[in-house]
T-cell receptor, first 114, second 116 residues
Framework: SQQGEEDPQALSIQEGENATMNCSYK?????LQWYRQNSGRGLVHLIL?????REKHSGRLRVTLDTSKKSSSLLITASRAADTASYFC??????????????FGKGTKLSVIP | DTGVSQNPRHKITKRGQNVTFRCDPI?????LYWYRQTLGQGPEFLTY????????KSRLLSDRFSAERPKGSFSTLEIQRTEQGDSAMYLC??????????????FGPGTRLTVL
């Protein structure tokens, strides 16, 4: 089952604009990770935010985490055509067997128009 | 650092055949995970290894699926008697877990399986 739900499912913006994607989840987590996936390719790790952190930055990326609302957002500033991809949030919670498996949402498909 | 590698990248097979995929994790990582991703969905957990021990399997992993990680290094995922429903991208990830704390999972490029 998929715990995370990204919103919106698809987003189309002009190059240079900012893109904001949201993620909601259901159960308590250890950390939350955002990944990017270009069409038909593997997942590229973008950023990890731990449950005791509220905000994290990495280059043009800004991630926030609100554990009281069980939600996270990913902001990409000054978008580029190369940012066109699907973006997934993944929560890392112990399933009870110590696995810390990642549970992914369905992703947000971002299109950046040159 | 060569990252996580997977072979083959693509596999086309006929229904009923057996297939085997290989994953080479980042060398110092003790955890290795297998996920499956179908079109339009996020990856779904299949199984994981702590060193050479397989510690958890998802309900998605039917008895036609078997995974191994001999000597705690590379891992193989075998699917016997493939079915069309097995067509998907199979992703491998590795991470370093110490003293119960978790860290980033790094993914390989995946093996895309097509069952005709």
């Amino acid at each position: 089952s998929q715990q995370g739900e990204e919103d919106p499912q698809a987003l189309s913006i002009q190059e240079g604009e900012n893109a904001t994607m949201n993620c909601s989840y259901k159960t308590s987590i250890n950390n939350l990770q955002w990944y990017r996936q270009n069409s038909g390719r593997g997942l590229v790790h973008l950023i990890l935010i731990r449950s005791n952190e509220r905000e994290k930055h990495s280059g043009r990326l800004r991630v926030t985490l609100d554990t009281s609302k069980k939600s996270s957002s990913l902001l990409i500033t000054a978008s580029r055509a190369a940012d066109t991809a699907s973006y997934f949030c993944a929560t890392d919670a112990d399933s009870g067997a110590g696995s810390y498996q990642l549970t992914f949402g369905k992703g947000t498909k971002l299109s950046v128009i040159p | 650092d060569t990252g996580v590698s997977q072979n083959p990248r693509h596999k086309i097979t006929k229904r009923g055949q057996n297939v085997t995929f290989r994953c080479d994790p980042i060398s110092e990582h003790n955890r290795l995970y297998w996920y499956r991703q179908t079109l339009g969905q996020g990856p779904e957990f299949l199984t994981y290894f702590q060193n050479e021990a397989q510690l958890e399997k998802s309900r998605l992993l039917s008895d036609r699926f078997s995974a191994e990680r001999p000597k705690g290094s590379f891992s193989t995922l075998e699917i016997q008697r493939t079915e069309q429903g097995d067509s998907a991208m199979y992703l491998c990830a590795s991470s370093l877990v110490l003293a119960g704390t978790t860290d980033t999972q790094y993914f390989g490029p995946g093996t895309r399986l097509t069952v005709l």
